[in-house]
């Protein structure tokens, strides 16, 4: 979204306050802060990794939390900050801009999630049919939500630091692993609260370290060190974790080089067989690639995940407008079949839970795939995976397809629907999974045609139905 942002006094200190102006996902595709995949994959050579990797592609569906100082205001994640001039970075224009860093970072004194309640994030997400997340523990404002040592600029240190649960992501990450999600933290590895990468000394006027690391070797080798120290604690600090999600693909080899193979080799020191996910950065290292706010063109044979908010942003914004049950369990539905899993973006609020709203939508998905996950989880490709709106997947053992069809939601159901390949062993059962019940069928050529149940005439939810495929 588009945002801009007025500041209004009040007892003498400062308020962000918003205004909001709707800036469409495609065009904020173009403005370059979006995370494409990478063209090319590697696969990890590891036997353990190997078989953990096939494990979260049984998942198919997943959370990722996006919470900070940037939750206060409701704006878009950290990126305020940052003295880039595109429309989508929001930012007080009357103040100068170094004022503006410095009313953000004091946003520390007043984040205080007194609500703040893990164990609804996990029932809502469970209930919702996800069956992995993610948690940011720092965004790229440097702003860390677990209990570092490495700097006193994290939420043990902020409005909430006296709160029995002030380490939250101790409390998310056990929350999570006690509804037996596969848990996951997602890192940035640039800080722009650092001394080391954003130096004070001069201006920071892109995303980018702002000094010439080949000119100050040492400062950059802090920065490494820095780094690395924070992933250790993650690491060793936060109980068994499954996945390493880094975040900030400009920051790599060879300009900014943080020393993946280092981190690497000290993550599976702790946490063995961790998927490791450096985001956009190719090669043993990026353990499934994640393009983000898109699927795909095509399927593709390799591990992969689309990220994609629930709301236009990826933290909690005001007034945000959701997108629907059904238009996230199409886009489920479509990812699963090109090969992929979907990694769907909650943003809690700035007092710690997930809205009622959200909570309603991740409620109705929950219900849907309570029927229909059958087709979904464990699945694994087809070749034949799209014939018009229907989509297919296969059991992992191949012995059974799944079609899922997505009905156009602005037309009634049809009276039946019919798609090309994928034909059924003759004279066997097809299942439709929202009744249990067999429906007609007939082969027409390379043609399947489905009679729908007169009952189902309203329905605007995703069919799937199950069948054996002919050899």
Same mark, same amino acid.
């Given at each position: ?26 065009? /904020? ?12 994959? /590697? ?103 677990? @209990? ?56 920071? $006027? ?5 000094? @010439?690391? @080949? ?22 600090? =936060? ?86 049950? @059904? ?22 609020? $700035? ?15 929950? /219900? ?36 899922? =069809? ?66």
């Amino acid at each position: 979204m588009k945002k801009k942002i007025a500041f209004i006094k009040q007892s003498g200190s400062i308020i962000i306050g918003l205004l909001l102006t709707a800036l469409p996902i495609e065009i /904020q595709a173009q403005q370059g802060f979006v995370h494409q995949r990478s063209t090319e994959y /590697q696969w990890p050579e590891e036997k353990g990794v190997l078989e953990k990797l096939d494990q979260w592609q049984d998942l198919k569906f997943g959370v990722l939390f996006h919470w900070g100082l940037y939750s206060i205001p409701g704006i878009v994640e950290s990126w305020s900050i940052c003295s880039e001039d595109v429309d989508w970075i929001p930012r007080d224009s009357t103040i100068a801009y170094e004022d503006y860093k410095k009313s953000y970072y004091k946003l520390i004194e007043k984040f205080n999630p007194t609500d703040f309640n893990p164990d609804q994030w996990a029932d809502v997400t469970k209930v919702a049919g996800m069956k992995y997340m993610l948690f940011t523990t720092k965004h790229h404002d440097g702003f860390n939500l677990f @209990n570092t040592k490495q700097t006193d600029f994290s939420i043990t240190n902020s409005a909430f630091k006296n709160n029995p649960k002030a380490d939250v992501a101790k409390y998310v990450f056990e929350a999570f692993r006690q509804k037996d999600f596969m848990v996951g933290a997602y890192f940035s590895k640039p800080d722009w609260h650092c001394e080391y990468y954003w130096w004070p000394r001069y201006a920071t $006027p892109t995303r980018n370290v702002n000094y @010439n690391i @080949n000119r100050h070797p040492d400062r950059w080798e802090s920065f490494q060190k820095f780094t690395y120290n924070q992933i250790e604690e993650l690491m060793s600090n =936060y109980g068994k974790l499954n996945i390493l999600w880094l975040d900030g693909g400009w920051v790599a080899a060879p300009r900014q080089d943080i020393k993946m193979d280092s981190i690497a080799k000290m993550a599976r020191s702790h946490q063995s067989d961790i998927l490791i996910v450096d985001r956009t950065i190719h090669g043993k290292y990026e353990n499934y690639q994640t393009p983000e706010r898109s699927i795909p063109e095509k399927q593709l044979n390799y591990p992969w995940e689309s990220c994609i908010p629930l709301s236009p942003d990826w933290g909690w914004t005001p007034n945000a407008k959701f997108k629907s049950a @059904n238009t996230v369990i199409a886009d489920l539905i479509e990812v699963v079949a090109k090969g992929g899993n979907l990694l769907l973006g909650v943003g809690p609020t $700035p007092k710690g839970v997930i809205q009622p709203e959200v909570v309603a939508i991740l409620k109705e998905i929950g /219900q849907w795939l309570k029927v229909n996950g059958e087709g979904i989880y464990g699945t694994r490709i087809t070749p034949n995976y799209n014939s018009n709106n229907v989509w297919f997947t296969a059991s992992k053992d191949g012995n059974k397809l799944y079609a899922l =069809y997505v009905p156009n939601e602005k037309e009634g159901l049809p009276k039946s629907i019919e798609w090309e390949n994928n034909i059924p062993v003759k004279s066997s059962a097809m299942v439709l999974l929202k009744t249990g019940k067999k429906v007609k069928w007939a082969q027409k050529g390379n043609k399947v045609l489905v009679n729908l149940p007169g009952a189902l005439k309203t329905n605007k939810e995703p069919l799937v139905f199950s069948f054996k495929l002919q050899k």
